[in-house]
């Protein structure tokens, strides 16, 4: 029953420029003489969303306000446990919530590459349990999160190599 719940919830889970001055005269462009934080690209903005929203909707357990302000007008599911829609998505996690109150994701990573993110992340549901090896992948339109993949596997006690999942 954890594992399904598990499973069934998960879909639901940024560049520096530094400018340069001349050693024998003024700036090379004003305002460049010390480092200049670029514009976020795109992929960084995406990041930024599944980060906001992943960490709203679990581990502050606040699905519809993660809905109301991350996802778009339609919310595309992969998960076959779980049903499409900003609804599907909030009644889940709300019962999952309820189930495991104390679950936590732990955010190992982020990548992105267009309108793709993936997210690599550590799952427990229970305080001081191995937990789950997370993998999701959101799609982003427009600012907004319209599709959901992933993949999960449960964090074994002994491992054939001595690398971690994480």
């Known amino acids: ?14 560049i520096m420029l530094v400018g340069c001055s001349s050693p ?16 976020p ?10 980060r906001e ?15 109301a302000k991350y996802v778009g007008p339609s919310y595309r599911q992969h998960n076959p446990t779980a049903g499409d829609g900003s609804q599907a998505f909030i009644d889940l996690v709300k019962g999952f919530a309820k189930a495991f109150p104390k679950l936590r994701f732990d955010f190992k990573r982020f990548v ?12 427990v549901t229970v305080p001081g349990s191995r937990g789950t090896a997370v993998m999701d992948i959101f799609r982003v339109e427009n600012g907004k999160i319209v599709e959901h993949w992933d993949v999960l596997q449960d964090v074994p006690e002994k491992a054939a190599n001595d690398n971690t999942m994480f």
Do not use: C, I
Not at 112 to 123: F, I, N, P, Y
């Open 1 to 14: 029953m954890v594992l399904w719940f598990a499973r069934a919830f998960t879909m639901g889970l940024l």
């Open 24 to 39: 024998s005269g003024p700036p090379a462009s004003a305002g460049r003489n010390q480092p200049a934080a670029a514009a």
């Open 41 to 50: 690209t795109d992929a960084e903005k995406n990041k930024q969303v599944v």
């Open 53 to 67: 929203f992943y960490e709203l909707a679990f581990n502050q357990q606040k699905p519809e306000e993660a809905v």
């Open 112 to 123: 992105a590459e267009g309108d793709l993110v993936a997210v690599h992340s550590h799952l």
